[in-house]
């Protein structure tokens, strides 16, 4: 693998693919704040497209200076989704369990049904959207605050494997973390 740029048409559609994948994995990382099911499953098929298409040019790119790219990118797709964004899922629902109070909503329902206060699957929903009323800007700050600093970085090794893409500079050290 030669650190200076290739010139020719097929470096050039390299160049222009592995763009386009770092285009797609930054994507796939804004899709991760989703507000509704479909944004959240855009964000998945996001994800899947990045992986088809770093596969395809995984077998193109080796010998050339793209091959750093495709280990680089790998390795965000990988280590971000193995272990940053579960990791930044458990960080989050420690702190929703710490501060936003479940346990108050889990016996105020055991008590009520009890009591007989609650007879009817809508007397729960009540009760539950009461306590989201209460705590659910609360939860929203605890899940944007844990997810945003593997989002972050993930951004950032999309940035940075984009430019040097751009510029058909090989990465130089495409299996580190930073």
Not at 23 to 28: I, R, V, W
Not at 76 to 85: A, E, H, P, Q, R
Not at 159 to 166: I, L, N, P, Q
């Amino acid at each position: 693998m030669s650190g200076a740029p290739d010139s020719g048409k097929g470096d050039e559609q390299q160049r222009t693919r592995f763009m386009w994948i770092y285009s797609l994995a930054a994507a796939t990382a804004l899709a991760q704040y989703a507000v509704t099911p479909g944004t959240f499953l855009f964000g998945l098929f996001l994800l899947w497209a990045s992986i088809f298409l770093l596969r395809r040019q995984k077998k193109t790119a080796q010998g050339t200076v793209f091959e750093s790219h495709a280990k680089w990118i790998g390795r965000t797709l990988y280590i971000g989704c193995v272990y940053l964004l579960p990791a930044a899922a458990l960080v989050m629902f420690f702190f929703i369990f710490k501060y936003a109070h479940l346990t108050d909503l889990q016996r105020d329902i055991a008590r009520n049904i009890v009591t007989g206060s609650i007879v009817t699957p809508a007397d729960i929903e009540r009760m539950v959207r009461n306590y989201f009323h209460q705590y659910g800007a609360l939860i929203s700050r605890i899940a944007y605050l844990s997810i945003t600093p593997p989002i972050l970085w993930w951004l950032w090794r999309c940035w940075t494997g984009f430019r040097h893409a751009a510029k058909s500079e090989p990465m130089n050290k495409p299996m580190a973390f930073l």
